[in-house]
């Protein structure tokens, strides 16, 4: 009996490193992400179930982009990304990523500008990493969760989540409302690449969601020397601080609300116009980090739709 006790012990022993080795794995493929980037991107419509369907432009185009770690604790990675404009002069914050780790809650799109906590079952979160991003002013964008996989080399992640429409198009199309990804995220030699395949949607209350047209998506990250970064850098350290009391804010209206839904303009400007307007302010006359989170939660209430 005791020999027996003993290889239980020590099969458990043995899972439990191989849990906390897979782990690191994990961790240490999304801090990967971070880094100094050229990027390309490169979308194409592929199919449409109606014979009618006019298919869009192919979207291409590039940009230097440098992903900055903000917080890494043991099951939370987040990190910042920043376009880079006019060589090394012109920054623009771009979008965020929150890597967390058996996350039980999942911020749900469903259409126009709303999201929804939705609690996941245990089987559904065990073991696997969420993936949050987010738009330019830390407002939500979309929520996926998935496992990494490391086999012969390779770290892989796969999800599916549904999205409000992409940047590219949200200003130019309403055709349809939601876009249903596929997102498969992979370390390459030179960096990483995203790779996408999108359905594009129409969803309507008391309706099936109708399928308007399929996309090929690619991201691809190519490291690039850091030397072209300086002056981003720099911005970063000057700007970071209203950022961090933004996502503080931000994190209090996930938790408290059961939905979120965000109206598109106030006094005719887009909620990022008001947060890029109120971070050059804090800058510039020095604001506390008290005085950041009274203005941050200000610009959100006006735009945050009650009830």
């Known amino acids: ?17 191989a849990a906390q080795n897979k782990l690191e794995q994990d961790r240490n493929a999304i801090k990967s992400l971070a880094g100094f980037y050229k990027v390309t991107f490169n979308y194409a419509e592929t199919f449409s179930p109606d014979d009618d369907y006019k298919f869009h432009d192919r979207h291409r185009s590039s940009a230097k982009e440098i992903a900055i770690i903000v917080e890494d604790s043991p099951k939370k990675i987040v990190i910042q990304h920043l376009l880079v404009m006019r060589g090394d002069s012109m920054i623009i914050k771009h979008w965020r990523e929150d890597w967390t780790y058996e996350d039980p809650k999942i911020l749900a799109f469903e259409k126009e500008d709303t999201w ?128 961090k009391d933004a996502r503080d804010i931000w994190d209090n209206v996930f938790a408290n609300n059961s939905t979120i839904k965000l109206t598109s303009k106030v006094d005719n400007k887009l909620l990022y116009e008001k947060f890029f307007a109120a971070n ?26 009650k009830g």
């Open 280 to 305: 050059a302010q804090s800058v510039k006359e020095n604001w506390t980090s008290a005085k950041n989170k009274e203005e941050i939660t200000k610009i959100i209430n006006a735009y945050l739709v």
């Open 116 to 243: 929804k906590n939705v609690t996941l079952k245990p089987e559904e979160y065990k073991g696997k990493w969420t993936q949050k991003v987010f738009q330019v002013d830390d407002s939500p964008r979309y929520q996926a969760i998935g496992s990494w996989v490391h086999v012969d080399g390779r770290s892989q992640w796969l999800s599916y989540s549904d999205s409000p429409l992409p940047r590219r198009e949200h200003t130019e199309r309403n055709d349809y409302n939601v876009l249903n990804r596929r997102n498969f995220v992979y370390i390459t030699p030179t960096g990483w690449m995203f790779e996408q395949d999108n359905k594009k949607i129409v969803r309507a209350p008391g309706a099936k969601d109708k399928l308007i047209a399929q996309e090929k998506g690619l991201e691809e990250f190519v490291k690039t020397d850091p030397k072209s970064f300086g002056y981003a850098q720099e911005w970063w350290k000057k700007n970071e601080g209203f950022w």
């Open 1 to 17: 009996m005791k020999k027996i006790n003993l290889i239980i012990v020590l099969i458990c022993a043995a899972m439990s490193v």
